[in-house]
């Protein structure tokens, strides 16, 4: 059960606030703030998680849903997975389709017995709440004004402090350390002095048009397919739901992409001449994601650790933004725990390096898988002729194969 060292009422700048105070006050109700509370508190550690969304908001909001095995792992270890594991689909591979082909990649061969599962983000943060909940932890939804002060590297006159309000009601958490886990667009990382980090950016010159389709999957494993009009993807959410994807340009404007255009140009771009046929359904959702690839260094500063989407961006080809995320506060809760169990800071003054060596390697992955499966604006003849080689390369030796394999089941959590 979460508890406060104390509860009182404090002036700041003539502004009376209510005062709480935890170890750790977790910025951002996501993936990454979920899973850091609730290892800490499997360890014994208080925390607080704020979040300026609602409750219903981030438990419906449709996200990416291909869960690596290290995440799976650490989602049941943790006492989350059972509704995963009773409705999240188990894949042991994917399928590359190009010139007319379909090659399978077979993660359960190449790996070891490996595989990723298929379960929706928005899904993944109903069972973290429901967890957090039930174990007397504390998540306050619809907090405005979020600000902090106090965590930076110079001495200051208290500890960091989460300042914000709560339905109208100014308040402010003191705490031993902030976690940052608010996203790109989160105050977290505008909070550091300028200068402090660098941010390394790479923005694609193309986009995916998704869709949910009220269709079975076409496909019992992902098809990613690469035509001369373009990528796409054939995924699922469920079986009877379908996720696809087209190629776009960044700027595509929906109003010109009535759904029978989208069948028409998803049979186009997943064509096979092995029989296989795309089921078409009642399109109940469309957007268009732009592709880009960012990452801050370092990923702290002070008592201030920034993890997930706000320390880093992934373009969605290699699947790889929620188990970022997870790899990332894993680090941090074991670094946590050495240091309130025997009082090591070594730990913690390692997260970001030991974090970013993981970060750069699948940057490094998703870089290269949207590089390999997308047509480029500037591309040409002998570019469309090599990218063909290489997927023709890729499908045809172990060693190509093994390594997307391990990339995309995932790297090592350490």
Same mark, same amino acid.
């Given at each position: 059960?979460?508890? !406060?060292?104390?509860?009182?009422?404090?002036?700041?700048?003539?502004?009376?606030?209510?005062?709480?105070?935890?170890?750790?006050?977790?910025?951002?109700?996501g993936p990454a703030?979920? %899973?850091?509370?609730?290892?800490?508190?499997?360890?014994?550690?208080?925390?607080?998680?704020?979040?300026?969304?609602?409750?219903?908001?981030?438990?419906?909001?449709?996200?990416? +849903?291909?869960?690596?095995?290290?995440?799976? =792992?650490?989602?049941?270890?943790?006492?989350?997975?059972?509704?995963?594991?009773?409705?999240?689909?188990?894949?042991?591979?994917?399928?590359?389709?190009?010139?007319?082909?379909?090659?399978?990649? =077979?993660?359960?061969? #190449? @790996?070891?017995?490996?595989?990723?599962?298929?379960?929706?983000?928005?899904?993944?943060?109903?069972?973290?709440?429901?967890?957090? #909940?039930?174990?007397?932890?504390?998540?306050? !939804?619809?907090?405005?004004? %979020?600000?902090?002060?106090?965590? +930076?590297? @110079?001495?200051?006159?208290?500890?960091?402090?989460?300042?914000?309000?709560?339905?109208?009601?100014?308040?402010?958490?003191?705490?031993?350390?902030?976690?940052?886990?608010?996203?790109?667009?989160?105050?977290?990382? &505008?909070?550091?002095?300028?200068?402090?980090?660098?941010? !390394?950016?790479?923005?694609?010159?193309?986009?995916?048009?998704?869709?949910?389709?009220?269709?079975?999957?076409? &496909?019992?494993?992902?098809?990613? *397919?690469?035509?001369?009009?373009?990528?796409?993807?054939?995924?699922m959410r469920s079986?009877?739901? *379908?996720?696809?994807?087209?190629?776009?340009?960044?700027?595509?404007?929906?109003?010109?992409?009535?759904?029978?255009?989208?069948?028409?140009?998803?049979?186009?771009? #997943?064509?096979?001449?092995?029989?296989?046929?795309?089921?078409? +359904?009642?399109?109940?959702?469309?957007?268009?994601?732009?592709?880009?690839?960012?990452?801050?260094?370092?990923?702290?500063?002070?008592?201030?650790?920034?993890?997930? =989407?706000?320390?880093?961006? %992934?373009?969605? @080809?290699?699947?790889?933004?929620?188990?970022?995320?997870?790899?990332?506060?894993?680090?941090?809760?074991?670094?946590?725990?050495?240091?309130?169990?025997?009082?090591?800071?070594?730990?913690?003054?390692?997260y970001s390096i030991?974090?970013?060596?993981?970060?750069?390697?699948?940057?490094?992955?998703?870089?290269?898988?949207?590089?390999?499966?997308?047509?480029?604006? &500037?591309?040409?003849?002998? =570019?469309?002729?090599?990218?063909?080689?290489?997927?023709?390369?890729?499908?045809?030796?172990?060693?190509? *194969?093994?390594?997307?394999?391990?990339?995309?089941?995932?790297?090592?959590?350490?």
């Amino acid at each position: 059960m979460v508890t !406060f060292a104390t509860r009182s009422v404090q002036v700041f700048e003539g502004i009376a606030q209510r005062s709480m105070r935890t170890k750790v006050g977790i910025i951002g109700a996501g993936p990454a703030g979920l %899973v850091l509370s609730h290892l800490l508190h499997l360890q014994g550690i208080e925390s607080v998680v704020l979040e300026t969304r609602s409750r219903q908001y981030c438990e419906e909001r449709v996200r990416a +849903g291909v869960l690596e095995q290290g995440t799976v =792992d650490l989602l049941n270890e943790i006492g989350a997975g059972a509704r995963m594991m009773r409705e999240g689909m188990v894949h042991y591979g994917v399928n590359l389709r190009f010139s007319g082909r379909t090659h399978h990649i =077979d993660f359960r061969e #190449l @790996t070891g017995g490996r595989g990723i599962m298929i379960y929706a983000q928005h899904e993944v943060i109903k069972d973290l709440v429901k967890a957090r #909940l039930a174990s007397g932890g504390q998540i306050l !939804f619809e907090v405005e004004d %979020v600000s902090i002060r106090d965590f +930076g590297e @110079t001495k200051s006159s208290g500890k960091p402090t989460i300042l914000f309000r709560k339905d109208g009601e100014a308040q402010q958490l003191v705490c031993d350390f902030i976690a940052g886990c608010d996203g790109s667009h989160g105050i977290c990382r &505008s909070s550091i002095p300028e200068g402090i980090i660098t941010s !390394f950016e790479r923005t694609y010159p193309f986009a995916w048009l998704g869709i949910l389709a009220e269709a079975p999957p076409s &496909s019992e494993e992902l098809i990613y *397919s690469y035509h001369d009009r373009g990528f796409a993807l054939l995924s699922m959410r469920s079986p009877q739901i *379908s996720r696809l994807y087209l190629q776009c340009k960044p700027d595509e404007d929906l109003n010109e992409w009535p759904d029978e255009r989208i069948w028409q140009e998803l049979h186009t771009r #997943l064509t096979s001449t092995e029989g296989w046929t795309l089921t078409e +359904g009642r399109i109940i959702q469309k957007g268009v994601t732009g592709m880009r690839s960012a990452v801050i260094e370092p990923m702290q500063y002070g008592k201030l650790f920034i993890a997930g =989407d706000a320390a880093h961006i %992934v373009p969605p @080809t290699g699947a790889k933004g929620l188990n970022l995320a997870v790899a990332d506060v894993r680090v941090l809760a074991r670094a946590f725990s050495e240091y309130y169990s025997a009082g090591r800071q070594n730990p913690l003054e390692a997260y970001s390096i030991t974090c970013l060596r993981r970060v750069w390697k699948v940057q490094r992955f998703s870089w290269w898988m949207t590089s390999l499966l997308h047509r480029w604006e &500037s591309e040409n003849a002998f =570019d469309h002729r090599r990218q063909l080689a290489e997927l023709d390369y890729l499908t045809s030796s172990r060693a190509a *194969s093994q390594t997307l394999a391990e990339n995309y089941v995932g790297l090592p959590m350490e």
